[in-house]
T-cell receptor
Framework: NAGVTQTPKFQVLKTGQSMTLQCAQD?????MYWYRQDPGMGLRLIYY???????DKGEVPNGYNVSRLNKREFSLRLESAAPSQTSVYFC????????????FGAGTRLSVL | KQEVTQIPAALSVPEGENLVLNCSFT??????LQWFRQDPGKGLTSLLL?????REQTSGRLNASLDKSSGRSTLYIAASQPGDSATYLC????????????FGTGTRLQVTL
């Protein structure tokens, strides 16, 4: 029962470096999401994909890009990392039909020095 | 813009006590409201989802209620156990926003022996 799988679990970057966070779900869900979680701020939506082939900005999209590679995979890219992007990143997915419960991955802890 | 608030930020109770966690939201045009549990260093696990047409949902020792007119939801935990210790987050989805969740900052619960 894999559910939502995120890689890597931990990452340290230097300012200006780039990286891609990977997310895959095996529940045949239509919708996928990327959040960041910061102390005292709660989780905030970065980007989401309501269905394969579509992506839309969330609350805090600046500095990020996303790709919905196929129905299973949704990646988040930091083109030029900044210390303000130090955070815990969560990927989630949902069926987007009926009660739309979101299922979360275990998170990626990113530090930008 | 939807704002979700959870009070208190932290709560410590002895084992066996019944307790209530509070969640308030500013925009009553919600599609649904979800309660999540987050263990330290882990992702989020959905506990209960209340559709806007519902007043409450129950799962085991958990009961969540929704009052759209007052902008409030409560999570009732009966006969608390040390294993209930975690951070509890509520999140609201606004009507017509494709499951875009707005999260509160959570209540950190500790159940002591």
């Amino acid at each position: 029962n894999a559910g939502v799988t995120q890689t890597p679990k931990f990452q340290v970057l230097k300012t200006g470096q780039s990286m891609t966070l990977q997310c895959a779900q095996d529940m045949n869900h239509n919708s996928m999401y990327w959040y960041r979680q910061d102390p005292g701020m709660g989780l905030r939506l970065i980007y989401y994909s309501a269905s394969e082939g579509t992506t839309d900005k969330g609350e805090v999209p600046n500095g990020y890009n996303v790709s919905r590679l196929n129905k299973r995979e949704f990646s988040l890219r930091l083109e030029s990392a900044a210390p303000s992007q130090t955070s815990v990143y969560f990927c989630a997915s949902s069926a987007y039909r009926g009660p739309d419960i979101q299922y979360f991955g275990a998170g990626t802890r990113l530090s930008v020095l | 813009k939807q704002e979700v608030t959870q009070i208190p930020a932290a709560l410590s109770v002895p084992e066996g006590e019944n307790l209530v966690l509070n969640c308030s939201f500013t925009d009553s045009a919600i599609y649904n409201l979800q309660w999540f549990r987050q263990d330290p260093g882990k992702g989020l696990t959905s506990l209960l989802l209340i559709q806007s047409s519902q007043r409450e949902q129950t799962s085991g020792r958990l009961n969540a209620s929704l009052d759209k007119s007052s902008g409030r939801s409560t999570l009732y935990i009966a006969a608390s156990q040390p294993g209930d210790s975690a951070t509890y987050l509520c999140a609201a989805t606004r009507t017509g926003t494709a499951s875009k969740l707005t999260f509160g900052t959570g209540t950190r619960l500790q159940v002591t022996l």
